[in-house]
């Protein structure tokens, strides 16, 4: 599954979003730290339900009339405070806890009320601006870390014959999260020595730093847009990363009331609508988060999830089905099942993520939308539905 990551400074709102995407109950404090272990759970991206073509709707249990829902795994850890690479604040600890993430989502407090170290400060005392770039630099440096603490065993290798400095490399980084094609991809981009011998620290903070951003994409949350002073989510749209203002607060309170059935909401609407009977103030409370969606689309919570698997990693959604005239599979339920692939998957990629002998006992694949035999070098797209035959099934 691809696994998504919450990281930031402390306080500015991580677990409170962990809790709203997830429906898990975390702890959830006005003070640093917080949270020290992390949690580990499912939240989902939102897509159109390839049934929406279809007279009914599927059933499916990640299907909401026709709004579909498709795993990830969230991670949320202990905030970071600048010199985290360093050891300070619960820093190593936290980092290492990143090294399976695809994807960070990196929660920033856009309200400015607490400061770089997660301390309550007045609202919009601090610049959130100031906070955006630390989270990349930490990781960067703790990467770069990393690799020179290995360059040792790495200059070793390099006395035998038959020694090759790219798998030196691809050996030392895949352990860290990085796959072959990635060090691959980033070994491409670069000019470097042969010779280990000959890299100095620049060359492999280089190195760090390309892996880095190959490996671990940033999403900014601006989190709290429901109390940000003018200006700051604005402010942070001007820096180099995609923004998504969020009040992760507000998805949760939403969700609460859902829950109660006082109101009519599914994650990743634009608005909702009041259907049940409320106090004057829980109205209120409502009515502002209105407000706040109605500025931004939405609470930012799906916007932001959304953003980094079907953007940044530049995923689609696959179905597969048995029965390309229905859309089941072999018990009869439509569309049972959705994956996420990188652009560029074909066929006989869906093939392997629904089992290896699936894939391993390929034969072709059918474009069940179109009706269509397609070829393994067809590239998949969002929504496709695929009946996939194999020797194995
Ligand atoms: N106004 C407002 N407050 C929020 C929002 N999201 C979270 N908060 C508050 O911010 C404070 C910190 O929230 P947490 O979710 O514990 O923050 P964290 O990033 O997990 O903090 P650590 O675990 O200490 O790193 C709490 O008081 C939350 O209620 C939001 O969207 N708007
Ligand atoms: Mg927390």
């Known amino acids: 599954m691809l696994s998504v990551a919450l990281a930031g400074k402390p306080n500015a709102g991580k677990s409170t979003f962990y809790e709203a995407a997830t429906e ?26 390839p049934c929406l073509a279809r007279d009914e709707r599927c059933g499916a249990d990640d299907c909401r ?13 202990a905030g970071l405070v600048p010199g985290a690479h360093e050891g300070r604040g619960l820093g190593n600890q936290f980092l290492d806890a990143l090294t399976d993430a695809d994807v960070i989502l990196q929660v920033v407090d856009a309200a400015g009320e607490t400061n770089a170290e997660g301390e309550p400060v007045e609202v919009g005392e601090y610049d959130p601006v100031e906070e955006v770039d630390f989270v990349e630099s930490e990781m960067d440096q703790w990467l770069a870390g990393i690799v020179d603490r290995n360059w040792e065993s790495v200059v070793r290798k390099g006395r035998s014959p038959d020694f090759d400095i790219d798998e030196a490399l691809v050996d030392m980084l895949t352990g860290f999260g990085a796959t072959v094609h990635d060090v691959t991809y980033v070994l491409r981009a670069m000019e470097y020595p042969a010779d280990p011998g000959s890299w100095d620290d620049d060359d492999r903070a280089e190195l760090a730093r390309r892996v880095r951003e190959r490996t671990k994409p940033i999403v900014v949350v601006a989190n709290k847009a429901d109390v940000a002073p003018e200006g700051n989510v604005e402010r942070l749209r001007e820096t180099d990363k995609p923004v998504i203002p969020a009040t992760a607060d507000g998805e949760l309170a939403l969700q609460r009331a859902a829950a109660a059935g006082a109101v009519d909401y599914d994650p990743g609407d634009e608005a909702f609508e009041i259907v049940g009977d409320l106090s004057e103030s829980q109205r209120a409370g409502l009515e502002q988060i209105g407000d706040v969606m109605a500025a931004h689309g939405g609470t930012g919570v799906q916007a932001a999830l959304n953003t980094a698997v079907y953007d940044l990693l530049d995923h689609l959604t696959a179905y597969p089905v048995q029965n390309e005239t229905h859309w089941t599979d072999a018990r009869g339920s439509t569309l049972p099942d959705a994956h996420l692939l990188p652009r560029g998957s074909g066929p006989k990629d869906l093939a392997y993520a629904v089992h290896t002998d699936i894939g391993d006992g390929y034969l072709h694949a059918v474009n069940a939308r179109s009706d269509r035999r397609i070829g393994e070098d067809y590239e998949l797209e969002e929504g496709d539905v695929i009946k996939i035959v194999s020797t194995a099934n």
Do not use: M, S, W
């Open 24 to 49: 898990a109950e975390v702890d959830v404090g006005n003070y640093p730290f917080t949270t020290i272990d992390p949690n580990r759970g499912v939240a989902h991206v939102r897509t159109d339900c």
């Open 65 to 77: 009339d026709g709004k579909r829902y498709v795993p990830v795994e969230l991670l949320d850890v």
